[in-house]
C-alpha cells in the first residue's frame, strides 16, 4: 500500500510514532474557556476517531470550583453524554512533555449527531457561516496579558506576583524578568506552532503580553485557546500561576485580550479598505465599526465574562468603559490602527483576558456582520483623550447588567443561536447567584471590628 492508500488516521499514527509520540492528549474548551482534554494511547487513537470519547455533557455546566450548574440539558436531563472526536487537521507536539502530542476534539451530541449546544468552537463555526452567506471571511489577530505569580504562604490567595518591578511597560530581558520567564515561554510556544510571534513586559510588575500573528479566525481562536492553556500549563510546570484574571490585584491594572478584526470578500481582498472613503475605510468596514458599537453592551457579557471583569473599568485603566471608536486612540472601546489597505481593521479592545476566545471571537464577528446588515454609519470617531461621559455611552459596569443586555439583544442571540445563549444566561446567573451570597475578606475587614 502507497503513502496515498493509507487511512489518514493511520499515516498519522506512523508521523507520530516516528517522532517517539505514544500519548495524544484530545482537547476542547468549556464554556468559560478552560481545557478539558483525555489523554489517548496512540494505538486507541483510530478507536477514537471512529467512536469518539465520551465526557459528560454537564462538563459545560460545571463552575470552576466544581460545582454543577442547573443548566437545562445537563442535571435536569439525567447527565447526558457528549462525543468528542479528535480533529486530527490539528495535531502539534508538547515541547514540554515528552512523548505527548495534542489535537482539538469536534464534540458532537450523541442523541441528535450535531454539534453540542454549548460547544464554543462550533458556535463560532456556525458564525463564521452566516458571514460566509455573505461573502465575508474574517481574520482575526489576538493579543493577551496575563500576570506570572509566584507561591506565598503569607498572603490571603497563597500567590503574590512575580516581580514588583515599576515603570517597566514595554521592556524585555532581565529588568522586569529575573529569571527569564518570558524567553522560555516564548521558545516552547515557537516549537508548539501555534503562530506565537513576540512579547514583552507589560504595564505592572509580573504582567506579561505575547503576541500572536493574525489568521483566519477560527484558526486564531483555536490558537489563542491553546496559548492559553500551554502558558498555564508552563506555570505550573515550575511551581507558579499564570492567571489570565481581569484584575487579579487591587494595587495593578487589568488584564485585557485584544483582538483585530479585519474581513476578505470574495475575492480574498481586504472588505474594511477604501482609499477614497471617509477615514480610509469601505462601506462595510464602517458599518462594521457601527455594529460593534450599537451591540456593545451584550457583547461585554462574551467579552467581560466574570464578577472580576468591572473591577478593571474605571477612568485612567486604558480599558474601556465607554462606547466610542478612534482613528489609531487606544482610550476608544474600538481603535482603528493606521495602516490602510491590507491592513485596515478595527482592534475591539473591549476584552478582558479572562474571554474565552471562541466566544469573544464569535460575539465580535457577529455584531460586525449585523452591522454590515443594517447598513449604518458610525458617529464621529472619538478624538482627544476618552473616558468622558458627555461624548460617549457607558458600558455596562457590571456582569449582571452585561448579562441583562446580551439577554435583550435579540438581533445578537439571534446569531449566536437560542440553545448557546440560553445555557450562558443559566451559567452566568448562577455564578452572580453564587458570588452574592458569599462573604468576602473585604466585607470582614470594613464592617467585623466596628459594626
Known sequence: MSASDTPPVRRHMERLAAEGIDVVRVTYPDLIGTERARDVLLDHLPSACDHGLAFCRAV??????????PVSGGLDAGLPDICVRPDLDTLTTLPWEPGVATCLGDVTDPA??????????????????????????????????????????????????????????YTAGLRAD??????????????????????????????????????????????????????????????????????????????????????????GTNAFTDPSAPYGLSATGRHA????????????????????????????????????????????????????????????????????????????????????????????????????????????MSLPSALDALEADTALTEVLGKDFTTSYLEYKRDEVARFQRHVTDWEFTEYAYHL
Open 60 to 69: 459545560y455546566h460545571t463552575s470552576p470550583q466544581g460545582d454543577v450548574v
Open 112 to 169: 441528535t449527531g450535531r454539534p453540542a449546544p454549548e460547544s464554543p468552537r462550533d458556535l463560532l463555526r456556525a458564525v463564521l457561516d452566516r458571514c460566509a452567506e455573505h461573502g465575508l471571511r474574517p481574520v482575526v489577530g489576538p493579543e493577551l496579558e496575563y500576570f506570572l505569580c509566584d507561591a506565598a504562604a503569607d498572603t490571603p490567595t497563597g500567590w503574590r506576583r512575580y516581580s514588583d518591578a515599576e515603570g517597566v511597560v
Open 178 to 267: 529575573d529569571d527569564n520567564h518570558l524567553l522560555r515561554t516564548l521558545r516552547l510556544l515557537r516549537d508548539m506552532n501555534i503562530g506565537v510571534i513576540s512579547g514583552n513586559h507589560e504595564f505592572d510588575g509580573a504582567q506579561f503580553e505575547i503576541n500572536l500573528t493574525h489568521s483566519d479566525a477560527m484558526t486564531a481562536a483555536d490558537r489563542a485557546f491553546r496559548f492559553k492553556a500551554a502558558v498555564k500549563e508552563l506555570a505550573r510546570k515550575e511551581g507558579r500561576l499564570a492567571t489570565f484574571m481581569a484584575k487579579p490585584f487591587n494595587g495593578a491594572g487589568g488584564s485585557g485580550f485584544h483582538l483585530h478584526l479585519s474581513c476578505l470578500d470574495e475575492h
Open 289 to 396: 465599526i457601527a455594529g460593534v458599537l450599537a451591540h456593545a453592551p451584550a457583547l461585554a457579557a462574551l467579552a467581560n465574562p466574570t464578577i472580576n471583569s468591572y473591577k478593571r473599568f474605571g477612568p485612567d485603566t486604558l480599558a474601556p468603559w465607554l462606547i466610542d471608536w478612534g482613528l489609531d486612540n487606544r482610550s476608544a472601546m474600538v481603535r482603528i490602527p493606521p495602516e490602510r489597505g491590507s491592513g485596515s481593521r478595527l482592534e475591539l479592545r473591549l476584552g478582558d483576558a479572562s474571554a474565552n476566545p471562541y466566544l469573544l471571537v464569535a460575539g465580535t464577528v457577529a455584531a460586525a456582520l449585523l452591522g454590515v446588515l443594517a447598513g449604518e454609519e458610525p458617529p464621529a470617531p472619538l478624538e482627544g483623550y476618552g473616558y468622558d461621559t458627555t461624548r460617549s455611552p457607558g458600558l455596562p
